[in-house]
Nanobody, 120 residues
Framework: QVQLVESGGGLVQPGGSLRLSCAAS????????MGWYRQAPGKQRELVAV???????TYADSVKGRFTASRDNTKSTQYLQMNSLKPEDTAVYYC??????????????WGKGTLVTVSP
């Protein structure tokens, strides 16, 4: 069994910062790409950032220059540093990761999400 657990969400004022974490645990052999998605109320889930094993990153245009994705492969953990937050960043943030387990099965796993609210 593999689990992804997000943490770090909360309430922040516009212009503020938050750092999300996503820790993977379980029968993990290797982790390939990891990513962050978000879903605002009444909207579809959208890509926020993707980070490869080597650390290459891709961002949604709406967060470029404000958000930074990173990962610590020794801890099976990825992070999302969010700066200059705007009310439109309010959403439930989900992490995912393509994980190869020790039985050599690979699949995309998702966390349960953490709520980020940006409000005065």
């Amino acid at each position: 069994q593999v689990q992804l657990v997000e943490s770090g969400g909360g309430l922040v004022q516009p212009g503020g910062s938050l750092r999300l974490s996503c820790a993977a645990s379980g029968s993990i052999f290797s982790i390939n790409a990891m990513g962050w998605y978000r879903q605002a109320p009444g909207k579809q889930r959208e890509l926020v950032a993707v980070i490869t094993v080597g650390g290459d990153t891709t961002y949604a245009d709406s967060v470029k220059g404000r958000f930074t994705a990173s990962r610590d492969n020794t801890k099976s953990t990825q992070y999302l540093q969010m700066n200059s937050l705007k009310p439109e960043d309010t959403a439930v943030y989900y992490c995912n990761a393509f994980i190869l387990t020790h039985d050599r099965n690979g699949k995309l796993y998702w966390g349960k999400g953490t709520l980020v609210t940006v409000s005065p």
